[in-house]
């Protein structure tokens, strides 16, 4: 290249770096060779070529060449870099040791619902997410949502400025348009303001609407998400006259009947019902008994997947179910219309119910309509399960409302141009308010129009002032768990961005516009304390305080057990009810929050749009639901493509929805298990403004769901379009083909030979090697996963996706069969493909004694270490890939382009700082976290002891609700992992190829009903 | 027909058929073979084969360019299926590459006389095929840029490969045969090197040919020594025809997937390679006979003599695939048999069948004698040979990944078109070599093609004792 080509490069330079001022993206899926090309060229001292004239370097050249060196460097000194304060401390803060993670409590909430958490902090940046093992309802693990809300801390594409009109504002600015608002308001007591909130559990944010509304009267204040609790509410105020808490408790239930509830995957408190849940699964030590779960549902969630019974139905016919089982159990005044097909069911389900009075537990899920959730009551009621397996509290919602009620009648009052100002606090209801309010063109009727959110969405599109919202993790608030537990929130790191907390915007329109987010929440917990405990003040406040951001939640703030009367009559006979009346098979719709990216909030978040649906292992995209039968019925179907195969990209028929004269077009995905002659629709999907990785992911669903089908309806029209789409998921195949992966037994079964595991496949003995045997004189690791506990929920998955620095890959490359977790859910089906059996299993690397991918690297970048890991050393991979075809449990993942993105700023810090970041063309696989036994093994070193049991905790097992997972040392025959593996259940997956693998399952023992089971 | 014996020396065949065209003269052979380098003007076809063969040489660079700047996620590959073309198109090349070793080095130790027309370019084809095969294993790397990571150097960290890995192994195996390759072919050029040098009429010619011929003079002492270097050459090169495909069988055998994970693989790569490489030498000799007029030197007993070959190593690959299934139901290994099901039936059932009608069915046809000499037949059977040994690397290495042990993990795999840029672009620059190679270096051995004529036999010597060296006329 000569210098004049040289001169060429740097034009193109400029403009390239004239062009990167605009937005950085995160994750752009096109890759970016050009920018790292640049990139390269700007940190080599000098130009490439420079090295390569090594002959006949005469005085010109020299010069030449120089003064290109120089001019690089020039520009590589015009860069923009970030502005860094390099100052240290003068004065170290106490706790603050470079290199070691503080741990600090804060909640974080999902529907205004509070779950409990450890954030994990390096030097000042939160990098990881735990859950906290004190806190009521999680005990110990973190939801989905919660683990990657870091990456929603950083996500690059999050609001960044306040805007007026698209223009950047500063605060004061807004302080002054909010102190006008509240002028203009004062004289009609602000009958123009209106307040749109989601639901809101905290305590200091109701302390402050509320005073707000006493300053205006008039002024409304709205609660509206589109994943609300309406029906449960409507249902209590049907069953006792008013509106109630409910909390189930899982310990004490011996059979479950789940009416469409999803319990253990999401609604409030689902992580200590899972825990519960599953404790009551596990069979270890001398535990022989297990509850008994049947599920009664329309599309194969967790909870049905891990139930022992389960039967598919149209969520219409529920109600009559219900009534039904009712009957059955002898609740008064029951109506019953029901077909015969499941009488037998139904009988022995009641008679199962009746066996365990007091003892047993009826669940509705929130998807059901009031009469539903009344009759469940009347169930409790009837079975003496009042005060044992459930219990009531207050609401924990300080204003519980009707939702969907308060939202229509705010759209009428906008219609009607009652409304001046409205503020719009978090949520997004142009994108998620029922399709019959068209609120998005209602709000242009509003004269002004503020919104506070973490992105530019849909709603602030919409809007005169979009005001950055401050993350979970950078502000100040309280909010309440499932059972009305407060938790104070406090920020990890200061905001990023100029985010502002809903404290500090609803304090603007108030006296003291000026107060901080800290101040207010702090003042209203010292004002509940002195009212609390007349007298006592000050300094005991101080203790109070610390004790509670320690604790991560403040003691004894449970809502009392409530008494409630059963009041319910059923004087709604079936036949009144428009939605359970259709009989005939006309196609119902079925909306359901996705499980991770929920109401569509999450939307941005690659995390979570990447990790694969629980049953349908379908990532980056919604799909229309269907049974088998029906696919067929209709002539509908899929075509596994070449590219990726099962593992990767599928080609689905592409259907119109029509609904209540709206449509969408969806792909449809044909899942076992679905109930017949229903179509469900997850929402969520097909947001349009919320960043480079949420845009144009999936179908928007809410397009067709109206404010009076908010879950369900019938008279669905499906038109075959004839398109065909592309899906991406990570495993179509559910059948094991006659391979014991997944071992499972009955609890019958299991009782007369409780070595059933062990029975069609021994292992084969340990000296049955070529290889000299290794010996691991000081550690041995090992896990367990009880396959009983596992309900398939992803958690660990996207746990390990944090810890470990995995990167997303985007859907295309899912499509190629390229993504990159550490551990997958593996979900097969067995049986009949309209009702099957269903069983996860978690796959992580085995860590096998004999471990096939060792051999056969040429480069010895696998290697076996003295505590039994097979150790994966990035910096000496060449990246043959023969480990990974070698791998029979296929858990090794490449790097087959650079899928980590090194480039974006605001992920840097996300990052696990004590593991490497992988670039391209290198294996990586699951280490067991050895990051964590070293810290751990350090720690003991230092104090001069062995590492106790359970002291190390991989990222998955941290993360698992059901604590299905166990680690340690299996050398300690005291440890739990040990005690574990000497199960009679225990078996290893694959053994008989004689990997004599380090990770074993507990194999899977299902409860059904003997009755149900001779039928 | 001058010389029935010789032809009953050199083949079992009983038609007789000579191994040279009758008229010739040792200045005849000389000049024919020489004016394709020397004196005869290219031919515009060669120009024309050439920049088509170069622009897929093109084709090739942009293909490995992309591949170095993105990775290896250019191409289809993906986990279950982490090896594609690239491994596919490695093994068939190395099979290619058997050819030429077999027919230079087996068939000289076994005097098979009728060998030498064709061993000068079947062992170019064999360089060329190797060099072909080894960049695959170099670029299908995810860091390629380390390969030398692959060679036990000294380092000063003192980290050494893992030599319990065939790919190890491999690195050994292919280096060795390509250098043994590579001197065999020159050891076997020079004195026709000089002979070129001796005719040549430009100053470029003489003094290239001339650097190249190491100074050969023609005298006694060079025979002897020319001739005694040759034979340990051939005797080297023997057991690496063996040796190599053996070893690159172990890359699947070693491994423990169902499908790659067999006994009898060796041997039934060996005969494939030995198949495959005479579908090429085929494929080559066919077009070069018809273009440059050689039907003297390359005759219908050449031809028939090589479908032979392939039909007895097509049976013993044929025997292979028996076996395979034989052993996958008698086993009673369930994933073994999977496998086998999954083949006949599976996603890729096309391959499976496509290799049974190719290597299996179609080439029953050779037992055909008229069908064995008409080099049309032959050309067509070649190219259809070829690919169902490409489909048959394809069968192993995919289709086995693609369905393993957990169904969970199950995928499949094709390719992207930068797999197929790459593969076609190693065999532009398979053509593009041989262009080069037909034209600037006699693509028949001269002197030894000299042996065959009646007067190279040197009256009294014995049959019995025909040796590979009887006659050796000095150079002209």
Redesign the interface.
């Known amino acids: 290249m000569s210098v004049s080509d040289q001169k060429l490069d740097l034009a193109a330079v400029r403009q390239r770096l004239g062009a990167a001022r605009g937005k950085e993206y995160w994750r752009s899926l096109e890759?970016l060779?050009d920018t790292e090309?640049f990139r390269e060229l700007l940190h080599r001292e000098f130009p490439r070529q420079a090295s390569e004239w090594q002959d006949g370097i005469g005085r010109r050249r020299f010069l030449q060449l120089m003064s290109a060196s120089f001019a690089l460097a020039g520009l590589s000194a015009c860069t923009r870099q970030p502005t860094e304060q390099i100052v240290p401390y003068t004065h170290p803060p106490e706790a603050i040791v470079p290199g070691r993670p503080l741990f600090f409590a804060t909640a974080m909430m999902v529907g205004g619902i509070a779950e409990g958490l450890l954030v994990e902090s390096h030097e000042g940046r939160p990098t990881k997410i735990e859950g906290n093992p004190d806190h009521p309802a999680s005990l110990g693990a973190p939801s989905v949502a919660a683990q990657a809300s870091t990456l929603g801390l950083y996500d690059p594409d999050r609001s960044q400025t306040i805007t007026y009109l698209g223009d950047i504002r500063p605060w004061s600015a807004f302080l002054g348009e909010a102190q006008k608002v509240a002028a203009s308001q004062q004289a009609s007591k602000g009958a123009g303001l209106r307040l749109l909130t989601e639901t809101v559990t905290s305590p200091a944010l109701v302390n402050q609407i509320k005073m707000l509304l006493a300053q205006f009267p008039s002024a409304k204040w709205i609660q509206y998400e589109p994943v609300n609790r309406d029906n449960a509410r409507a249902g209590a105020m049907l069953a006792f006259g008013e509106d109630a808490g409910t909390i189930y408790h899982f310990d004490k239930a011996d059979v479950i009947l789940s009416l469409d509830a999803d319990f253990l995957d999401c609604g409030p408190g689902h992580l200590r019902y899972t825990r519960d849940f599953a404790a009551r699964r596990k069979l270890d030590g001398d535990r022989s008994e297990m509850n008994r779960l049947y599920v009664v549902e329309s599309s194969l969630s967790n909870t049905g997947a891990t139930a022992d019974h389960r039967l598919p139905m149209r969520p219409s016919r529920i109600e009559s179910f219900a009534r039904a089982i009712a009957a059955g159990i002898g609740v008064q005044g029951v109506k019953i219309e029901m077909e015969p097909s499941h009488s037998e069911w139904i009988a022995a389900l009641a008679r199962d119910l009746q066996q365990h009075r007091g003892r047993s537990l009826i669940i509705a899920g929130d998807y059901q309509p009031p009469i539903v959730h009344a009759l469940a009551h009347a169930m409790n009621h009837a079975l003496g399960n009042f005060g044992n397996t459930v219990t009531f509290t207050a609401p924990i919602e300080a204003e519980p409302t009707d939702q969907t009620a308060a939202l229509r009648e705010l759209a009428g009052e906008m219609e009607a141009g009652r409304v001046d100002t409205l503020v719009i606090i978090g949520g997004n209801p142009v994108y998620n308010a029922p399709a019959d309010l068209k609120f998005g063109e209602r709000m242009n009727k509003v004269k002004l129009r503020i919104h506070l959110g973490l992105h530019h969405d849909e709603t602030s599109d919409l809007c005169h002032w979009h005001i950055p919202e401050a993350h979970y993790l950078e502000a100040w608030s309280d909010a309440r768990a499932y059972d009305g537990t407060v938790s104070i929130i406090q920020p990890l790191i200061a905001p990023l961005y100029q985010g502002k907390s809903a404290h500090e915007l609803i304090a603007a329109f108030g006296n003291q516009s000026d107060k901080s987010g800290y101040e207010i929440v702090r003042d209203y917990w010292k004002s509940q304390r002195v009212s609390n405990t007349a007298g006592a003040a000050g300094g005991d406040f101080e203790q109070f305080w610390r004790k509670a951001l320690r604790d991560g939640f403040i003691e004894n703030t449970a809502l009392p057990a409530k008494q409630v009367t059963l009041k319910f009559a059923d004087n709604n006979p079936p036949a009144q009810n428009p939605q359970s009346a259709i009989r005939n098979p006309q196609l119902e719709i079925v909306f359901r929050p996705d499980p991770y990216i929920h109401d569509g909030r999450f939307a941005n978040n690659g995390w979570l749009q990447e990790l694969p649906r629980p049953i349908t292992k379908l990532t980056w995209d919604n799909a229309a639901l269907i049974s088998p039968a029906t696919a067929e019925r209709l002539g509908l179907a899929y075509e596994?493509?070449?590219?990726?195969?099962?593992?990767?990209q599928i080609f689905a028929d592409v259907v119109e929805l029509q609904f209540q004269g709206r449509a969408v077009r969806a792909p449809v995905w044909i899942m076992p298990g679905h109930a017949d002659d229903c179509v469900t629709v997850h929402l969520g999907f097909g947001r349009t403004r919320v960043g480079n990785t949420g845009n144009g992911a999936g179908f928007n669903a809410y397009t067709i769901r109206t404010s009076d089908a908010p879950w369900f309806g019938a008279g669905l029209n499906l038109r075959k379009t004839g398109e065909r789409y592309a899906l991406a998921t990570t495993?179509l195949?559910h059948?094991?083909?006659?391979?014991e992966?997944v071992r499972s037994a009955t609890l019958d079964e299991y009782r007369k030979q409780p070595n059933f595991a062990h029975e069609k496949e021994p292992a084969p003995a340990k000296d049955d090697t070529l290889?000299q045997n290794f010996e691991y004189p000081n550690y041995a690791w090992g896990m367990a996963i009880d396959l009983n506990a596992c309900t398939g929920c992803n958690a660990c998955v996207v746990a390990c996706q944090s810890e470990n620095n995995i990167p997303i890959v985007g859907k295309n490359?899912v499509m190629?069969?390229?993504e990159m977790h550490w551990i997958?859910i593996?979900?097969?089906h067995q049986g009949d493909p309209g009702n099957p059996n269903t069983f996860f299993?978690p796959?992580l690397c085995q860590q096998c004694e004999n471990a096939?991918c060792e051999?056969?690297?040429?480069?010895?970048a696998t290697a076996h270490s003295s505590e039994g890991l097979n150790d994966m050393v990035y910096n000496?991979?060449?990246?043959?890939?023969?480990c990974?075809?070698?791998c029979?449990?296929?858990v090794?993942?490449?790097?087959?382009?650079?899928f980590q993105d090194w480039e974006t700023p605001s992920l840097k810090p996300l990052r696990n700082p004590d593991v490497t970041v992988r670039s391209?063309?290198?294996?990586e696989k699951c280490s067991y976290c050895v990051q964590r036994i070293n810290a751990a093994k350090i720690q003991a070193e230092k104090e001069g002891r062995a590492v106790r049991d359970g002291e190390i905790v991989t990222a998955c097992q941290g993360a698992c609700p059901a604590e299905a997972i166990v680690f340690g040392n299996i050398n300690d025959k005291e440890s739990r992992v040990a005690k574990l593996k000497a199960e009679p259940r225990n078996y290893g997956l694959?053994a008989e190829?004689n990997t004599r693998p380090r990770t074993t399952y507990l194999a899977a023992v299902r409860n059904p009903n003997p009755e149900l089971e001779e039928a | 027909m001058t010389k029935e014996d010789r032809s009953n020396v050199a083949s079992v065949d009983t038609t007789q058929m000579p191994v040279i065209g009758p008229g010739h003269s040792f200045a005849s052979v000389t000049d024919k073979i020489s004016s394709i380098v020397l004196t005869h003007r290219t031919p515009k076809g060669w120009f024309i084969g050439l920049a088509l063969s170069f622009s897929l040489v093109m084709i090739l660079s942009g293909a490995v360019g992309l591949l170095l700047?993105?990775?290896?996620?250019?191409w289809?590959?993906?986990?279950?299926?982490?090896?594609g073309f690239a491994i596919v198109n490695f093994v068939w090349w190395i099979g290619i590459g058997h050819a030429g070793t077999l027919i230079s080095a087996i068939l000289l130790l076994l005097n098979q006389r009728w060998r030498t027309s064709i061993n000068r370019f079947a062992e170019a084809m064999t360089l060329f095929a190797v060099m072909c095969a080894g960049m695959f294993p170099l670029l299908?790397?995810?860091?390629p840029w380390?390969?030398y990571?692959?060679f036990p150097y000294p380092n000063t960290m003192n980290?050494?490969?893992?030599f319990?890995?065939?790919?190890?192994w491999d690195?050994f195996a292919v280096s060795t045969y390509f250098m043994v390759s590579l001197l065999f072919w020159f050891v076997g050029l020079i004195p026709d090197l000089a002979t070129l040098r001796d005719r040549a009429r430009s100053l470029w010619g003489k003094v290239i040919y001339g650097a190249l011929a190491m100074g050969w003079r023609g005298s006694a002492r060079h025979w002897h020594r020319y001739e005694i270097a040759y034979l340990l050459l051939a005797g080297l090169a023997t057991p690496l025809v063996v040796s190599v495909h053996t070893v690159v069988s172990f890359?699947f055998t070693?491994?423990?997937?169902p499908g790659w994970h067999s006994t009898i693989f060796p041997p039934y790569f060996v005969a494939g390679a030995i198949f495959s490489g005479f579908a090429m030498v085929l494929t080559l000799a066919i077009p070069l006979r018809k273009f440059y007029g050689l039907e003297d030197f390359i005759t219908t007993r050449h031809l028939d003599n090589m479908a032979k070959v392939m039909l007895a190593t097509g049976l013993i690959v044929a025997y292979g695939y028996l076996m395979e299934f034989f052993m996958a139901w008698r086993s009673g290994n369930?994933?073994e048999w999977?496998m086998t099901m999954n083949r006949l039936r599976g996603?890729y059932w096309p391959v499976y069948w496509g290799v049974l009608l190719c290597n299996v069915a179609l080439p029953q046809l050779l037992w055909s004698r008229r069908l064995r000499r008409s080099a049309l037949a032959l050309f067509l059977l070649s190219l259809v040979i070829n690919t169902g040994m490409w489909l048959e690397r394809y069968l192993i290495v995919v289709v086995s990944?693609?369905r393993?042990?957990?169904?969970?993990?199950?995928?499949?795999?094709?390719g992207t078109v930068w797999d197929y840029a790459v593969f076609i672009g190693t065999l532009g620059f398979f053509v593009f070599m041989m262009f080069l190679f037909i034209r600037f270096l006699p693509a028949i051995s001269i002197f030894e093609m000299r042996t065959l004529l009646p007067e190279a036999e040197v009256k009294g010597e014995a049959k019995e004792g025909v040796k590979w060296k009887e006659g050796q006329p000095s150079t002209v």
């Open positions: 890759e060779a090309g596994i493509s070449s590219r990726g195969g099962e593992h990767g495993q195949h059948n094991m083909e006659g391979r992966l290889y490359e190629h069969g390229r997958r593996d979900r097969y299993q796959v096939p051999e056969v690297c040429p480069v010895g000496r991979c060449v990246g043959t890939r023969y990974s075809n070698n029979p449990y296929k090794r993942r490449f790097n087959f382009l650079l391209r063309g290198v294996m694959l190829l | 700047v993105k990775g290896v996620g250019v289809g590959i993906n986990i279950p299926v982490a090896w299908h790397l995810g860091r380390v390969f990571w692959l980290v050494q490969p893992q319990r890995s065939p790919l190890v690195v890359d070693i491994a423990i997937l369930k994933f999977y996603p990944l693609a393993d042990f957990m169904p969970s993990a199950w995928g499949m795999y094709r």
